[in-house]
């Protein structure tokens, strides 16, 4: 079978390959015949002399050089058009320089040289592009399309698309709408431009369209918004095509129609990084990331991965994930050398273990607990996996001579109300204050809501819609700052850059989104009504919740940095051996599970946490101008 599979492959190409090489004999006969021709003592015209042979071979081979085989008919474009010009004019060189050496150029006319590529080129591309042309033509009179397609722009993604779908018989483009006026009335691939956005609901009734995609991967959050508003108002469904960062980073195909989601409307424009100093600070080092298997943690070690590090270690506390995690590395980075270790950073023989055998040289700490309602009642497990899991694992990186480390921390750090986030904000302490100690470089990057993360509120939502509603909402008013996994990542790793030990780096999060609009945003995403079909109700402000989230401490002196999405904050000195003692303290309630002498030493490490137990909403909205 595998030489019929194989002969299957090479007779198109041979077909191909015969067909040119017999334009080439066609257009060096004719153009010869017809310059002589004009001669009174015209010469007969050889048609299989030495040197027809002469011209095949240099032809040819000029063919072969410049890749003229390795396009397909069935896709042949202006590109293609103008490799066979090139490869016919430097073809025409080839064979001056054979023909000269064979008998100087001795009956061949100058201007058969001089015409011979351009009739060549003609020879070549015009069957081609009936080719494409022909299928084409039988796709669309193909009589399998059952679904008339609106496209929302005409740039370059919206050509690209229709020329995509008018190869699927499950579609027919019927029209563009796009707002530049420069293009009503115009066609592109003969589909015709019928107005503007606004005109949507018009367009499909005349048209009977019956689904939009939108074809605006470049599009900002407020035109992606309008865009999606004007596709729910004439009630259509509605897909869109991804972003270009989608496609670079294989999270989608090009000509992927996917239904729109919630981060295509929240998302911000795209983060540009300095890649080089990235990559320079990374290549060839040796990196161990925590809670490797969560959903910041995965998307680190993906974006590690791809930066060509020496090795790459995972600790992660959960069997099932730390599985996934590995299965996924394995498979798209075969050539990393990939440790994955099934623990608990807070364990001394689990780090000890780690730190000996894979040497790291700078550390990711993305392992904690987060669930903010959940940890309020279970201080001692927070405490002991936040703080002193921290504490462990900085220890051991700073008696290892780690290059860098980097804490994970949150916006819930800040003026902390919730034991998730005074746990987190006590880990920010011990590791800014032991930087000072140390010749490890050791920083904080704080960020806050990150969509789609595990127990989050965007699947919490999501699960809810799927299941007829309703969907809680803590507080009409409540909002949040959200980021995307990948955008917060990529974010992290040049924070790691730009650090010189010992600062607090705050991600520049964009707006606030009101948790409202998020709700109803994806009840109307699903294609439902809210109250009519899904109803929101207010469950109230949860025990440590706040109403708005803060991303520094009134004290923190924030300043921009290189980049212009990353703010540095002063950090906050405190005492070190007081606050050696504080947790030396802390380790023993944590033994002991004595909880009351836990929260007093949290209180008396972070005043403004005890002061915010009898309110929760009266906050300061502080962000960057």
Known sequence: ?????????????????????????????????????????????????????????????????????????????????????????????????????????????????????????????????????????????????????????????????????????????VGFLDDDRSLRGARVHGVPVLGSLEQLPHVARETAAQMVVIAIPSANKAQMRRAVDVCEESGLPFRTVPRLEEVVAGRSAFNELKEVAIDDLLGREPVQLDWTAIRTRLSGRRVLVTGGGGSIGSELCRQVARLGVESLTVLEQSEYNLYTIEQQLRRDYPDLLLRAVLGDCGDAATCEHVFASARPQIVFHAAAYKQVPLLQGQLREAFRNNVLGTRMLAQTADRCGVEAFVLISTDKAVNPTSIMGACKRVAELYCQNLARQSQTRFMTVRFGNVLDS???????????????????????????????????????????????????????????????????????????????DIAIVYTGLRPGEKLFEELFHPQEQYVNTAHAKIYLAQPRSMAWPLLLAQLAQADIAVREFDEVSLRRIVEQLLPEFAGAQTSTDNVVNLRPA
């Open 1 to 173: 079978m595998r030489p019929r599979k194989a002969i299957a492959r090479i007779h198109p190409r041979l077909a191909v390959v015969v067909h040119d090489l017999f334009m080439v004999w066609l257009a060096w006969t004719a153009v010869n015949t017809v310059r002589w021709s004009l001669e009174a003592d015209a010469m007969p015209v050889s048609l299989l002399g030495v040197q027809n042979w002469l011209v095949l071979g240099a032809q040819g081979l000029v063919f072969w050089w410049t890749g003229l085989y390795r396009g397909l008919w069935r896709f042949a474009s202006m590109p293609d058009m103008w490799n066979i010009l090139r490869a016919c004019i430097v073809g025409a060189v080839a064979v001056a320089v054979t023909l000269f050496l064979y008998n100087r150029l001795e009956q061949v006319p100058r201007t058969v040289l001089a015409i011979y590529p351009f009739v060549l080129a003609l020879l070549l591309g015009v069957p081609r592009l009936a080719y494409r042309y022909w299928k084409d033509s039988r796709l669309d009179l193909g009589g399998g399309a059952s679904e008339r397609v609106l496209v929302l722009g005409a740039g370059k993604a919206g050509e690209a698309l229709v020329r995509d779908l008018r190869r699927e018989r499950r579609y027919i483009p």
């Open 454 to 532: 595990a127990g989050s509120v965007v699947p919490l939502f999501r699960e809810q819609i799927r299941t007829g509603g309703p969907v809680t909402v803590t507080h009409p008013e409540i909002t949040r700052y959200f980021m995307t996994i990948p955008e917060a990542c990529q974010l992290i790793l040049q924070a790691s850059v730009l650090g010189q030990g010992g600062e607090i780096f705050a991600l520049d999060m964009g707006e606030p989104v009101r948790i409202r609009d998020l709700a109803e945003q994806m009840i109307r995403l699903a294609g439902r009504q809210v109250d009519r």
